[in-house]
């Protein structure tokens, strides 16, 4: 009879079955003790559901008391809505030019019902809010490659960003144009057209509330190829502000939202080229936009 | 004896557990394109039963779109208009969402080959309005344009904007004919 192999009586193949039980129970109370603790977390793949919203925390900083006001009926209880017309809101002090940083935490980044009367002018950039699904066509008139000047005559399905708010009659506009014409256009030239255009818009549809939208930041890499520095970026930003001062239009600095702490397009947000977003900025920029409007 | 019995058992559910998590796991995560060559060498002479999303996730394996995202049908008719979604059987769609590069993937199946025929003008329409586009905005990125693939296998139509339009249409050859 072979020698069977045991060790006090019990048998080999019992001891190492019990060994190996053990093993597998240590390593699942390492992964439920890791997991408990947050330090193993099931990959945040788009963080959306179907309509887009995001049931994550967190902190927005929000500029205030910046440019000229027109009051929203969403940005307090108490707002009064009988004069919509920028024209007739005042001003802010010159005093009061340096704006103001408070920081604020936002529960729910964005609710796209909040949106949902809306319409958003912009270039290639805002297509990406009708691609990621955030909103549907109707909301967004975007083009790949549109400019100040060229939004005032292009049409996109048969209309022109005008006639489409005509139609439309938007709560709000969002306006960011400017991020195409950098490299040729200039950028006193392109705030004369952004300046027709809002005309244009307050003309035919006047009940709607206009935000004219800083052009975001580029990276590093992006601005050292030199065709968008942020140098031209920051200067046209600076006479976008001074003509919605000027013209009674809420100014949205989202540049300075999207900016590392060396003032380039932040990595978090950056699409490879650095210079289109991540959805992470659309995220971050709807969050920016209704926070905004509704601190005021 | 009852000891013998219970530890060869007990031994035997471990070897049994563990052979079968090995044998997962190279199976679910076997890459889509392993499966597309899988599918072209060995299913050739008939037409595979891959979904149009089985399709789109091999070629984006093989060639990535960047920050790629599936368009829902209101994108896809707002995208290829005048296409008759009610003669589509399924379809996947991708484009690159931030709207920085032309890059696109789409995979129809329609009720039938005539279906599929008729859907070719709007998809290239499509085609011609991004040239349109994109043809002063990248012009380092024209060239995926110009080599874009649109084909129609019997009841399957697709369209193909990608760094490399050939590696893309093998594998999609691989699973449609």
Redesign the interface.
């Known amino acids: 009879m072979p020698k069977k192999h045991r060790v006090d009586g019990i048998?080999l193949?019992?001891v190492?079955?019990n060994i190996?039980i053990v093993i597998v129970l240590i390593v699942l109370i390492v992964l439920i003790y890791l997991y408990m603790t947050g330090k193993l977390e099931p990959t945040d793949v788009a963080n959306m559901d179907q309509n887009g919203t995001v049931a994550q925390i967190t902190t927005t900083k929000v500029t205030t008391g910046e440019a000229i006001e027109m009051e929203d009926p969403d940005a307090t209880a108490d707002t009064d809505t009988e004069d919509p017309d920028p024209e007739t809101e005042d001003t802010t002090d010159e005093t009061e030019e340096e704006p103001e940083e408070e920081e604020i935490v936002a529960v729910d980044p964005y609710d796209l019902d909040f949106f949902e009367a809306d319409l958003f002018i912009g270039?290639?950039?805002?297509?990406?809010l009708?691609?990621?699904?955030f909103f549907?066509?109707k909301n967004v008139f975007a083009?790949?490659?549109l400019n100040p000047e060229s939004a005032n005559t292009k049409t996109y399905d048969g209309y022109t960003a005008v006639s489409k708010a005509e139609e439309m009659k938007p709560k709000r506009i969002y306006i960011m144009l400017g991020s195409?014409g950098l490299a040729y256009m200039g950028n006193t030239h392109m705030t004369e057209q952004m300046h027709i255009l809002v005309q244009s818009l307050r003309e035919v549809s006047p009940d709607s509330y206009i935000y004219v939208v800083s052009i975001p930041p580029v990276t590093k890499v992006h601005d050292s190829e030199g065709k968008e520095t942020m140098a031209m970026i920051n200067g046209y930003n600076k006479l976008l502000k001074e003509m919605c001062e000027n013209d009674g239009i809420v100014f949205l600095d989202l540049c300075s939202q999207l900016e590392d702490s060396a003032g380039y397009l932040s990595a978090d947000y950056a699409?490879?080229?650095g210079?289109?977003?991540?959805?992470q900025g659309y995220r971050h920029m709807l969050s920016f936009f209704q926070t905004s409007i509704q601190i005021r | 004896m009852k000891k013998k019995i219970l530890s060869t058992l007990l031994v035997c559910a471990l070897v049994c557990g563990a052979a079968a998590c090995s044998g997962g796991t190279p199976a679910s995560t076997t890459t889509a394109a392993a499966t597309t060559a899988a599918t072209a060498e060995a299913n050739s002479a008939s037409v595979s039963n891959a979904s149009a999303e089985d399709i789109t996730a091999a070629v984006l394996e093989a060639t990535p779109i960047n920050s790629a995202f599936a368009q829902n049908e209101a994108m896809m008719e707002n995208n290829f208009d005048g296409i008759d979604v009610s003669k589509i059987k399924e379809f996947s769609y991708y484009v690159c969402a931030s709207g920085a590069y032309p890059d696109e993937i789409a995979v129809f199946r329609f009720d039938s080959s005539d279906s599929a025929a008729s859907a070719v003008a709007a998809v290239s329409d499509r085609l011609e309005y991004q040239k349109k586009t994109y043809k002063d905005y990248t012009p380092d990125e024209y060239y995926k344009l110009e080599g874009a693939i649109i084909a129609q296998s019997g009841e399957w139509l697709y369209y193909i904007v990608t760094s490399d339009n050939s590696k893309a249409e093998t594998i999609v050859k691989g699973f449609i004919g």
Do not use: C, K, R, W
Request: glycine share 10%.
């Open positions: 048998s193949s019992i190492i079955l190996l270039d290639s950039i805002y297509t990406g009708v691609n990621y699904g549907e066509p083009q790949v490659g195409n699409e490879a080229d210079m289109h977003f991540l959805v």
